[in-house]
């Protein structure tokens, strides 16, 4: 599969929501949808490239492209915490260990959530893989991964206890179902119906800025479906030949350094903020050696880690007997 400018594109835009989003504490609402966008482009790209995978090749190849920089992130925290960096951190062997296996637990306030924090979302990625592993045993597998993504949310109505069954039963596990439906429908749109989609799927996503309630219960519905009209629309007229790509190229190649943008920047933010005044030069500052970090994590890890996983084994298809 040709690498496709528009998701690649969606990925950056992803990736900085969720950056102006804690840099504004909370305040920027809209930019808690970058992590919608996500999981939709993640449904949407397992739906497209995984389904020519094996079982093993396919958990391999994901394990080795999400977890040895969260891994990495997650001990640069630990490190940071025994030298007096983080007077607000602490982790433990059974903290560290459950993080690791991407195993959600309840912290001593009652949050769901890793040692490094942005690792919830990691945790229901990594259960959507499991799930798209099972899947691909069967003749279909995008029907039988939505139907079991489904059934675990159908789960979730019951007031359960344990914190990861509370995660694993979320109804953002519908956020990859959707994606894996644009994946198998994506040719339906029209591309004369694309770009009213587009500009219909930005306005009810700004729109969510002005939200005065607790978006989470409502995410798949006020992000959920914006985002899913959004890759759908965008897919589709890239399709067409209809995408900027020359006004979005800057967009597309911090796309392949968004995962690493997203890992990191909340770690420069820190950095920054308790040094420096909060201020509008702060801001570009933050902003700036946010994407900086990101591009070099990219470059000095993420893409080594890629290639070194090429070159494995188990991350190879057996070749076809004759």
Not at 82 to 95: K, P, T, V
Not at 298 to 318: C, D, G, H, Q, V
């Amino acid at each position: 599969m040709k690498k496709l400018r528009s998701v690649q594109t969606l990925r950056a835009i992803a990736a900085l929501l969720v950056l102006f989003y804690h840099l504004s504490d909370g305040g920027f609402i809209a930019g808690g949808s970058g992590v919608d966008i996500f999981f939709l482009i993640s449904g949407f790209i397992m739906g497209t490239v995984g389904t020519r995978e094996t079982p093993r090749v396919f958990l391999t190849r994901r394990l080795i492209r999400i977890a040895p920089l969260y891994w990495l992130m997650t001990l640069a925290m630990c490190l940071a915490s025994l030298i007096g960096l983080l007077a607000n951190f602490s982790f433990d062997l059974y903290r560290l260990t459950l993080s690791f296996l991407f195993v959600p637990y309840a912290d001593a306030d009652g949050h769901i959530w890793p040692l490094f924090v942005p690792g919830w979302t990691l945790n229901l990625e990594m259960l959507f893989y499991a799930v798209f592993a099972v899947a691909l045993l069967t003749p279909r597998p995008l029907a039988v991964a939505s139907l079991l993504l489904c059934i675990l949310v159908a789960l979730g109505f019951h007031d359960w206890q344990a914190a990861p069954i509370i995660q694993w039963t979320t109804p953002m596990l519908l956020e990859f179902v959707l994606g894996l439906g644009v994946a198998r429908f994506r040719h339906v749109l029209r591309p004369g119906a694309a770009l009213p989609l587009f500009v219909l799927s930005i306005l009810l996503l700004a729109a969510s800025a002005f939200v005065t309630v607790d978006p989470t219960p409502y995410r798949v519905v006020i992000w959920g479906l914006p985002a899913c009209a959004l890759l759908a629309s965008c897919l589709s007229l890239e399709e067409a030949g209809r995408w900027p790509r020359r006004w979005l190229a800057p967009l597309e190649r911090l796309g392949d350094a968004s995962y690493s943008l997203y890992l990191t920047h909340g770690i420069v933010l820190a950095a920054i903020f308790k040094f420096l005044p909060m201020g509008i030069l702060t801001t570009l500052v933050a902003v700036s050696l946010a994407l900086v970090v990101a591009q070099l994590s990219y470059m000095l890890l993420e893409r080594p880690i890629n290639r070194f996983a090429s070159t494995l084994r188990w991350t190879k298809m057996p070749a076809a007997r004759p």
